[in-house]
């Protein structure tokens, strides 16, 4: 099976938040000192989590879901601090950086890659209205041939509808295309409705998604390339990674 196209999420699969360094400065504050590395891991915890047990919350403003997960992030550290006045701080904190999101390394180096094989990349994202200028900012915007946003279409992940969108737009079947997605639950239950060959990138290999055996995950973009040829010489949708 030849890929022809492949689509992409944005958030923790192409950019990701400059929030380990910015929570961990704001916990600081409130006498908590916690490793960039131990917040990482508990921010990828805390977010697998609400993918899982509170689907859709995301689309939500943050004022209805952040207390909330702060929350569950600072039991799953072990800190005992005022959510709201610590997240009261962290949103000041985070409004004095330059680009908060940041694409992840070698995301570009992927694109070219795939764009140099002849292949169409799209993006498909649940995302406001800021969502072209974040990807243009990190340098990635000029790569795809179609963007997808939920906002500006009126619909949302996992929902049919936008990924109908996004192949009409693109004109390429379903099954000649590839979705890249860090959320199970939007991006692979959502792609395979039309026939799409979902993949998962999640950084931490089985960690946080231990319920799924269902789908392909990578632990880096850079195996999205190789997921590609695979496919063209093996049409079964089978893990390529098992950490």
Known sequence: MEIQYVWFDIGYTLLYMQRETT???ALQEFGADISIEALDRGFHITDKLFMRQYPGVFLKGSEVYMPWYLGMLNDHLGVHVGVCELNQRWEEIKAEVRDYW????????????LRAESIGLGVISNWDLTAREILDRAGLLKYFDHVIISEEVGCHKPSRQIFELALNQADVPPDRCLYVGDNYYDDAVGSRKLGMHPVIVNRYGRLGIEEINDSPVVTDLAEVI??????????????????
Do not use: H, M, S
């Open 23 to 25: 929570y961990q400065k």
């Open 102 to 113: 940041q694409p992840f390394e070698g995301a570009a180096e992927v694109l070219t890659r």
């Open 226 to 243: 190789e997921y590609v040829r695979q496919l063209k010489t093996n049409p079964a949708d089978q893990p390529i990674t098992q950490n």
